[in-house]
């Protein structure tokens, strides 16, 4: 007999609710006209809390690969909404700093990405959603 039943292991259930949360914003960020994925949005994100951030350091701080940033920042800057340049004192670092136009899509896509949070934690009380966050950070902790 099998006591293994993937569709109620928490690892399942964790990507599955993921996964859904980021369909969910694109879809969100695609009905309102912005041509944004839920990745490209983590490393604007980044750069909201603090602008000239090196490739390396979103690689990090987003849990993404560096030939996977180096590709979302070359989606952003052809979209406009990032430009790379040099860092000063050491021109091997690439510094990435936010455009107007992607300053001004915080105050767009914050609150439809909060919009899609919101929605998923429907029926979900803070006590409840407390409950979970502290052992996802155990998890995460535990792994690292």
Not at 42 to 68: H, Y
Not at 112 to 119: C, F
Not at 125 to 143: F, G, Q, R, S, V
Request: with cysteine; hydrophobic share 40%; aromatic share 6%.
């Amino acid at each position: 007999m099998n006591d293994f039943l993937i569709e109620q292991s928490f690892g399942y259930l964790i990507n599955r609710a993921a996964h859904r949360l980021q369909y969910e914003i694109l879809q969100a960020f695609k009905l309102h006209g912005f041509d944004i994925t839920p990745q490209q949005l983590a490393v604007l994100n980044r750069l909201w809390e603090q602008d000239g951030l090196s490739q390396v350091e979103i690689a990090d701080m987003t849990f993404k690969d560096r030939p996977g940033i180096t590709r979302i920042v070359a989606v952003l800057e052809r979209k406009g909404v990032i430009v790379r340049k040099p860092d000063e004192q050491d021109r091997r670092i690439v510094r990435v700093y936010l455009t107007q136009k992607g300053r001004d899509y915080q105050g767009k896509l914050v609150p439809l990405a909060r919009g899609v949070l919101e929605h998923g934690r429907a029926g979900i009380t803070d006590e409840e959603l407390k409950c979970m966050t502290l052992p996802l950070m155990k998890i995460i902790a535990n792994l690292e």
